[in-house]
Each structure stands twice: as C-alpha cells, then as structure tokens.
C-alpha cells in the first residue's frame, strides 16, 4: 500500500514524509508541473495507489487561489479514470474550527485553505459514486509532527467511509 503525496515543496518539507516507503513526494515545480493534467494523469496511472494526497493545504504561504487550482487540475486528472478512479485526501491543519472552552484552542489552526472543504463537497456532488473525495484536517498543535500523524491517520482514512475528518488531541 503506496500513498502518491502531492503539493509544492514548502508543504512536503513540512510533512517530511520523504524517507517513509509508504509515501511516494511529488513535488510541484523544479520540472513537475502539477497543474498539467495530461502531467498529473500521468503521475496517477504509475501504479495502483491506495490513495492520492494534495498536501498543499499544510502551506500558509500559498494563497487560497493556488490551491484550489491545483485540486481543481488533480481532480480533472482523477476524473478521467473514473468510476475506478483513485482515492482523493485534501490535507488542511487547522481549517476546521475546534469546538472548546479554551480561546486558546478555538484560535489555534488557519482556516486559510478550508476552501478545499467546501470544493470536496461540490466534486462529491458532480461525481456521485465515482469519485472518492475526502478531507483530513490535522491538529495545529501538533507542528512539527504533522507528517506522523498523516502516516498514522491515512490507512484508518482510507478504509474508512468518513468524508471529512478532522483529528484533535
């Protein structure tokens, strides 16, 4: 079971998911241009990935736009292989707010890319039983270990039916 991990550098150095097995890194630019779909097509057909990971909402410098673009170009990509297509993960930390007491936690996290949430919604709408889109927020406080606690939340993601997910505490 290989997870294709995509997003621009930034964001999977972040993950640094780079030595796990289980992940393959493609990173947008510096020769990849993952707003190509012939290009990310490509990617996708390489070998028979137990999901797809856009990793681009983890980066607080790209601007909403750029994400949603980038989702909108693997989506297209994904889309021409349904209704055998494989799995979505769109990876935010933080876009869902945290119900609490506590100001601090309710204040933790960026809702900056909680947009991908919404656009998943709407793929789910236009692609009813073809394609799987699902949406994982990891926890603010996690920082540096984000990429851990992806690698231990996606295989339970992935089997599972949740939609939406997002993991606290």
Do not use: I, N
Not at 9 to 38: F, I, Q, T
Not at 111 to 127: C, D, F, I, Q, T
Not at 136 to 163: F, T, V
């Amino acid at each position: 079971e290989q997870w294709l991990v995509l997003g621009g550098k930034a964001a999977l150095d972040r993950l640094a998911l780079g030595k796990d097995r289980r992940c393959r890194c493609v990173a947008h630019g510096a020769g990849r241009d993952l707003l190509d779909e012939d290009a990310t097509h490509a990617l996708l057909a390489e070998r028979p990935w137990a999901a797809v990971v856009l990793a681009e909402g983890l980066t607080e410098d790209a601007s909403d736009v750029d994400v949603l673009t980038m989702a909108l170009h693997l989506t297209r990509a994904a889309a021409r292989d349904a209704p055998k297509a494989v799995p979505l993960v769109f990876v935010t930390f933080g876009a869902q707010p945290l119900a609490s007491e506590l100001d601090e936690a309710r204040k933790s996290g960026s809702p900056k890319h909680s947009g991908l949430w919404g656009y998943a919604r709407a793929v789910r709408m236009e692609y009813p039983g073809t394609l799987r889109v699902s949406c994982l927020d990891l926890d603010p406080s996690k920082g540096e270990a984000l990429g851990a606690e992806l690698a231990r939340a996606l295989p339970s993601h992935c089997a599972g039916d949740e939609e939406e997910v997002a993991l606290r505490g």
